[in-house]
């Protein structure tokens, strides 16, 4: 009896199974999927959804499927870094260098003028009065303006603070050259030319570098580049 009654279970499982089976095949229709061309596989229309294996969208894009105990993982080459690449924040392009004279380019400078100015002042009393030069001190003034103009070069970040910064080395070299020359004339006992009041009035070279000076110093604090055939 328990024979008998299996065997009627197992008819009426199967019964079913094709019954099932035949309302999918007429509920379902299949078509061959194209990609780029060629035959990938087939897509499986059904309740008014498309279908395809796994198998087929892994062997299409080059990835793996694994099926495991609680989970089917299908892993596409690739992707995650795509994934990445469009969730990351844009990075914004970088800002465009600031016009004009930078502010602390500025401030120096306007310093460095300030230094020039007084090492002007004291070769010029060797020219007017006829001071003997005693001790280094027309070297260390060279030295120490010198060392703040290579400061200043660091300072230097926008294109104008640069092409200030080259009227500012003109106007150094300048004044170099005028304070050599002064000093080596006292140091020759030139007393004719050093001892003369008028001198620095009627000194061309030092009038252009004080024409510069001032044209510099109303140039920094306008914070706009500017020339002048004063700083050449």
Known sequence: MKSRGKALYALSFGFLLVCAGMLYAQGSSSRTLIVNGKTAGTVVQFGGHSYIELETVAQITGGTVAIEQNRVVLSISGLEASAAAETKPAVPPPAPPPAGLSREFARQAIAELAEMREWRGAIGTILAYGVPVVGTWPQDYRDRVGADLNQLAVAATTASDRDALQLLSN???N???????????????NATKTVNPNAMQNDP????????????????????????????
């Open 175 to 189: 004044l170099e050259r005028w304070a050599d020359g002064v000093v080596a004339t006292r140091n020759a006992l």
């Open 171 to 173: 106007e150094f070299g």
């Open 205 to 232: 070279d030092l009038t252009k570098i004080s024409d510069c000076s001032r044209f510099l110093s109303s140039m920094l604090v306008s914070g706009t580049f500017a020339d002048d055939n004063s700083c050449h």
